[in-house]
């Protein structure tokens, strides 16, 4: 959980916090940091940062030395190496807190194993099972689960209890009776047994031993606690995926010589060359050249724009026609790209996390559990039963409240919910995105690529009488197909399905600013701006022109055609709707969201595609932080927003949003801010991601439900001594098959589109 900075001046600094087990770690750092004069800070526990403003000249030291008071880690960021590096890789072995876990995990699964199948098959129980039983067990509950130990130690001397104290508490407590019954006991003579007598009958216990219950509960909750660290550990792979975008090297122009340089090198006024299908280098004003630049992963906008001398152009977009010389006037962390992976770290950072429902209950079951073992081991006593049983009421109490359901609760409706996800081509990163998912009232969609094709494509020919439809986009098609300009390979491409295979063009040439003219089949061809035309007195009729204008009010894109002296027609070119798209809509709606579109492209265009697909709200011509001003409008309304996106403007909304879903089509950036990635194209899988989020959150509730409520009605029976072993394990298997059950129910969920 985090909560907002209040405000303050002075610097900032961003600590790395290591130790934290849950959100209520991150509450108490929190709380003890904002209790320094002066400081106001916010700990977030999924990206495992705090971001710390102080006073003026203060030491962040001192920050350092309250936090590790507290039991925890803390250090300021290292300076960051290059991608090569393993950390910034995403190697997993770079991270010792990941490694230790999966270390742990997968020893414990190999001893665990056959600790199980012991206790629960009476065949297996050979002459010294037990004394087996307890070397194979026994290093799963000290070492394996040693960062529960440690926890709930840290828990017990801040007065706190969670997840972590019931685990420790309930596998030490099996351990240690099982040493008992074990070495003082009748447990430890060979041939010993576990019958099934399904009776309630007092027992000293000294014949029963417990290690299935501690191994199997830590390597449980090991396997849940590895998987969210590794999916946590994704949190700055947004970053690390937005820096990755930017041109790596430069041909920087320095007495009239192209000189190859690291674009970390490049600066202020330095003047580069961008060849066709380069990336522009960084942040600049175009000095010579005219090309026409492909900025939709930054901007949105689905149609290229044309540059020429003097405008200005962004690092990171693709150079889609002739050659360029740029001016660098931002370069580093001034460029739109570095405050775009700025925005992104901010709302990440900001977004605070909902607390684990275990960590809840468990809050309130762990000091219950508790306050029983005493009353029972007191009445036991105080009715002048021996030790022995009154000892053995109490410790059976806390092996009872040992959340074996309790701990599968979670873990097993995440691994069937996501792997049916996975299989639907959904991809769910973690239990904080269910829990988004059940209070989402409205949904944000990006226009290009979510809810458009993102691809420019020949919606309509319009040919002049007189002229063949067919033979319009022949002529033009062949033409355009010389020409690597997105709009003009959009025409090219629709010709060659329509007419057959395209003739190359006699002659060739480029029209700065206005379109292409060329000898195709011996006819002089112009296509382009309806200027280009003019030029050579070639007019399109008054019909045609309102059919062009008409299409550029709808914010398509319209070029003329003409060869031999006269205009021939029109070919109007469109990012198109997807054909599920409405649909998806309509869905979304059902689910009791609001609909909202928000593009980079102009009004008239995000007006025409709303309508087509049946959403009211627009918030059209928006800039990337102006993406992320829009989502915070609506939050600050009450709002709790999902946003869907697939492009690099899309990426701080999609981090700032209560719920982000990417289209696994779009770039890496959208993918790795969002929260659940959607593979194929098709909106209607942000339907299907939804639903299946909330089946899932509504599948845990009920096992977590069901686990607490077969603990609270063993505890009696066990506080009373009636608990038989065998009794207690059958009780716990049924719960934990309730569980896992309940949890496989999701394999059946279906998809909108099945």
């Known amino acids: 959980m985090s909560t907002s900075v209040p405000a303050t001046s002075g610097p900032s600094y961003e600590l790395e916090i290591g130790g934290m087990t849950c959100a209520s770690c991150a509450n108490r750092i929190e709380r003890k940091l904002n209790k320094l004069d002066g400081v106001a800070a916010t700990v977030n526990y999924a990206t495992e940062k705090a971001k710390v403003t102080v006073p003026d000249g203060y030491d962040p030291k001192l920050l350092i030395a309250e936090v590790e008071k507290t039991g925890y880690t803390a250090a300021l960021p290292a300076p960051k190496k290059p991608e090569r590096d393993a950390a910034a890789s995403g190697d997993e072995d770079a991270d010792p807190e990941l490694t230790s876990l999966r270390d742990r995990l997968r020893v414990s699964i190999v001893l665990t194993v056959p600790v199980i199948a012991m206790a629960m098959v009476p065949a297996l129980q050979f002459t010294y099972w037990q004394w087996a039983s307890l070397a194979l067990a026994a290093p799963v509950i000290v070492w394996g689960a040693w960062p529960f130990h440690r926890a709930a130690w840290m828990n017990l001397r801040h007065g706190t209890a969670t997840m972590d104290t019931l685990i420790s508490m309930g596998t030490t407590a099996a351990f240690l009776w099982s040493l008992y019954a074990l070495f003082f006991g009748t447990a430890g003579v060979p041939g010993m047994t576990h019958p099934f007598e399904f009776t309630l009958a007092p027992s000293d216990g000294a014949a029963n031993i417990y290690l299935e219950v501690g191994a199997g509960v830590t390597t449980f909750i090991l396997a849940g606690r590895y998987f969210e660290k590794r999916s946590k550990r994704q949190a700055g792979a947004a970053l690390r995926a937005l820096l990755e975008l930017g041109a790596k090297e430069v041909s920087v122009l320095r007495g009239g010589v192209e000189t190859k340089i690291p674009v970390e090198e490049l600066q202020v006024g330095d003047e580069f060359v961008v060849r066709p299908g380069e990336k522009i280098a960084t942040d600049g004003v175009v000095v010579s050249g005219t090309s026409a630049v492909d900025a939709s992963m930054l901007t949105g906008e689905s149609v290229p724009v044309e540059v020429g001398e003097g405008d200005p152009v962004t690092g990171a977009t693709v150079n889609a026609g002739g050659r360029l010389v740029v001016r660098a006037t931002r370069v580093g962390s001034d460029t739109q790209l570095a405050q775009m992976a700025k925005l992104v770290e901010d709302a990440q950072t900001g977004k605070a996390e909902v607390q684990r429902l275990a960590d809840q209950i468990s809050g309130v079951f762990v000091p219950i559990a508790i306050m029983i073992a005493i009353i029972a081991l007191g009445g036991w006593l105080g009715a002048g039963f021996p030790v022995s049983a009154a000892f053995t009421a109490a410790v059976a109490v806390l092996v009872i409240a040992c959340p074996c359901a309790l701990g599968?609760?979670?873990?097993?409706?995440?691994?069937?919910?996501?792997?049916?996800?996975?299989?639907?081509?959904?991809?769910?990163?973690?239990?904080?995105?269910?829990?988004?998912?059940?209070?989402?009232?409205?949904?944000?969609?990006?226009?290009?690529?979510?809810?458009?094709?993102?691809?420019?494509?020949?919606?309509?020919?319009?040919?002049?009488?007189?002229?063949?439809?067919?033979?319009?986009?022949?002529?033009?098609?062949?033409?355009?197909?010389?020409?690597?300009?997105?709009?003009?390979?959009?025409?090219?491409?629709?010709?060659?399905?329509?007419?057959?295979?395209?003739?190359?063009?006699?002659?060739?040439?480029?029209?700065?600013?206005?379109?292409?003219?060329?000898?195709?089949?011996?006819?002089?061809?112009?296509?382009?701006?309806?200027?280009?035309?003019?030029?050579?007195?070639?007019?399109?009729?008054?019909?045609?022109?309102?059919?062009?204008?008409?299409?550029?009010s709808e914010g398509k894109t319209v070029v003329a055609v003409g060869w031999d002296g006269l205009a021939r027609g029109i070919l109007v070119i469109a990012d198109t709707v997807k054909p599920t798209s409405a649909e998806a809509i309509r869905e979304l709606r059902a689910l009791g969201l609001t609909p909202v579109l928000l593009t980079g492209d102009n009004e008239a265009v995000a007006r025409q595609i709303a309508a087509e697909v049946g959403i009211d709200q627009v918030y059209a011509e928006v800039l990337p932080k102006d993406k992320v001003d829009v989502v915070k409008r609506l939050q600050s309304e009450g709002k709790v927003v999902a946003m869907v996106g697939d492009g690099v403007n899309d990426a701080p909304a999609l981090a700032q949003a209560d719920l982000g879903l990417a289209m696994g089509t779009g770039t890496d950036v959208a993918i790795e801010a969002s929260d659940i990635t959607l593979v194929r194209g098709d909106l209607r899988s942000a339907v299907d991601a939804i639903r299946l989020s909330r089946k899932t959150l509504g599948t845990i509730k009920t096992n977590l439900f069901w686990a607490f409520a077969y603990n609270s009605a063993a505890i009696p029976v066990a506080a009373l001594g009636l608990l038989n072993p065998m009794l207690a394990g059958a009780a716990m298997a049924l719960s934990s098959v309730f569980v896992v059950g309940n949890s496989l129910r999701l394999r059946g969920f279906k998809s909108i589109t099945a």
Do not use: C, Y
């Open 408 to 552: 599968l609760a979670t873990p097993t409706a995440l691994l069937v919910g996501t792997g049916r996800g996975a299989q639907m081509g959904i991809l769910i990163k973690g239990p904080e995105v269910l829990e988004s998912t059940r209070k989402v009232d409205t949904v944000v969609l990006d226009k290009t690529g979510t809810v458009t094709s993102g691809k420019m494509t020949l919606v309509d020919v319009i040919a002049e009488p007189g002229t063949e439809r067919d033979e319009l986009l022949r002529l033009a098609g062949a033409l355009e197909d010389a020409s690597e300009h997105p709009i003009a390979q959009a025409v090219a491409k629709a010709a060659a399905q329509e007419t057959g295979p395209l003739v190359v063009p006699e002659d060739f040439a480029n029209i700065e600013g206005k379109g292409v003219q060329g000898i195709v089949d011996g006819h002089a061809v112009l296509v382009g701006r309806e200027s280009l035309l003019a030029d050579w007195s070639q007019h399109l009729s008054p019909a045609v022109s309102a059919a062009k204008a008409q299409a550029e």
